[in-house]
């Protein structure tokens, strides 16, 4: 591949990183995240490799990383050195390729990650080496200072200090409900247990339009062994285990290289740091049930049981994995650990306000012009978020609503848009935070319509053990199906709301408690589209098909 | 083992630490509806019939697996906790076929006096009548998916009791459904012992004895406290 003549890079395998021997002026960092890779970013990054020696660039890097940000836009090529964002570089476009490669010998082009609102207004904790590192390679988390903070809690820190620095930095669990991770820390930690405790890594992401945990797993796994392994120091367990869905084989294939790579530096196993402090860490692959990230169902799940959940207490904090204290936290809250033990509480706390504190991983979906994976702090406004970071929406349509939280969420209307977006607000406004989908819809979406596609999912997914969420979510399912063909009356709509309440109260997990909220949310903004289908038969938004009220008169489906 | 004391429906009553609120409740002839606890077999919350109140917890409490605290106020009946139970017998009834008047259980059915206990006199939602399955291929026994209520008391009492783990679940929502063994036909499972626990302790008339008349299709139940040395278990 190295042309006569030219001075050879160090060393090149196919797929691997092309890093000259000597000083580096200019890095091609190619996105290999699955939004990427789905759109060959391994071909463009071959292609670049070949161009960049071609052109007899010597003093020029082009690596694998992880996720870029701009999902929408691959795939996507980074040159950090000069600010630079290159989207859309598909493989085989000579124009696009050649202008990453004029950029690396020092043309102009691509876009400003300085002045871009995209990037300028993100704060990057947990995605701080996603698009900056090879995930596949322990290196080069290590030299970007990765397992610093690891060996820092070890070897200086107790574990008491520890739980003082996680509860101090006011983080809270992100996998959705917000319980404050300190505290959940502190009550594992306080367990005695001399038959040991488990650390369980939540990766069963499932919410529709969320893919946080896995651009972070797949873009730097080493961040969460590395969490991982904090949080076993401090909890006193030595045994981990990392949840994740099937449908992510990328993020499992990069998972399993960190734990091998970090376990041969000894980073990870027995005697972390030279001290008797042992770690190890053991993936579990689900089967493909949303309920599963459900703490206790979870739990079943890697005891190879029916992922079904339990009534809780006892809370896994007090009988878990084995009937074992457990600790399960969230990817992107194990993922925050080591920056909030490197740089202390009181940095950490800093960023976001109230009691909302530190930042939060988006999945930005929907009807907006930058899609992809965003880093925010807590408190910023739903405008600031949709319109400055995600451009507004494409071709000029007309905002409707924001929903946050997945189908156990709710659905923000226009306003709203000026809510600081932290876990009170969100709550107050009908919402959750929950993992951190965020899908923008626009006015050609209708509400009811949302509504019953978040109820056939709660449907689907429902586990099928308690009575008020397998057939109550069914029931409201048929009700809203009713509703958007113009069948339903304004009866139905009653037991729609008796039904949501019903579920609600007496559900046994929260899939069940939360799957009302989508109805509940929509009927509380957007009632006017609920009466707009029952009594005028009309879909203001055009999306649902109405049925012709005779044909339904005379099937019988409808009330005379 | 200590002594509390608690109150539930304004009675001031003690309980022994860990024992759950239902089991209290009940030796003080206090009544909570109950479809999938029954005595001698582990409790898992599922039928959510005995949610209960207790003051200060805006949450309600299934019962069965709650288990009492010192000064903990109880409450059992309420307006909001009889239409929640009215509605969940009701999405019982809805799920699958329940006809009494063809059923080998009618009459000697919990599903049947679930209704008339908590008032449930007619259906505002609508049957969802699924096409369920009957198998008759146990040589003794059959079982009516269209009849079941996924209380899962047989699925633990052959597991807990009999041990032999035939019955388990599959299936998501309602699309759940008991299986034996890996989903073979009854009559082929190889773990089956044919000891009938199973059918003693169905609700409904799921699970029935062949050529047995509605009249002579009586469960008998209260075996059970004999056959385990201690009730409530739980998982």
Redesign the interface.
Known sequence: MTEAGTPTPARRRRQESLIPAGPVRASAHVCMAAGCLSMQADTVFDSLCERVTARGLTDVAVKRVGCLGLCAAGPLVAVPEMGRMYDHVAAGDDAALDGVVDGLAGGEGGRQTATDPFFSHQVKVVLEHCGQIDPERVEDYVAVGGYESLTKAVTTMTPAEVLGEVSRSGIRGRGGAGYPTGLKWTTVAKTDSPQGKYVVCNGDEGDPGAFMDRSVLESSPQQVLEGMAIAGYAVGANHGYVYVRAEYPLAVKRLTTAIRQAEHAGLLGPRIADTSFGFDVEIRIGAG?F?CGEETALIASIEGG?GTP??R?PYPAASGLWGKPTLINNVETLASIPAIIGRGAEWYSAIGSGKSLGTKVFALAGSVVNTGLIEVPLGLTLREIVFDIGGGLPGGGKFKAVQTGGPSGGCMPESLLDMSVDYESLAQAGSIMGSGGMIVMDDGTCMVDVAKFFMDFC??????????C??????MY?LLDRITRGLASRDELG?LE??AG?VR????CGLGQGSPNPVVSTLRYFRDEYMAHIDDHVCPAGVCKMEPREAALAAGEVAP | MSVLTLTIEGRDVAGQTGHTILQVARENGIAIPTLCHLQGLSDVGACRLCVVEVEGQRKLFPACVTTIDEGMKVTVNSERLAAHRRRIVELLFTERNHICSVCVADRNCELQDLAVEVGLTHFDLPLLSPQAVVDATHERFGIDHNRCVLCTRCVRVCDEIEGAHTWDVMGRGTEARLITDMGIPWGDSNTCTSCGKCVQVCPTGALFEKGRSVAEARRRRPYLPYLVAHEGRTR
Do not use: I, W
Not at chain 1, 459 to 468: A, D, L, M, Q
Not at chain 1, 470 to 475: C, F, I, S
């Open positions: 049930a309920v029916r339990r009534p207490p449907r689907e997914e429902s586990c099928g053990k308690c009575v008020p397998r057939v109550g979510t069914t029931q048929h037991e008796s039904l019903m109260d007496t559900s046994l």
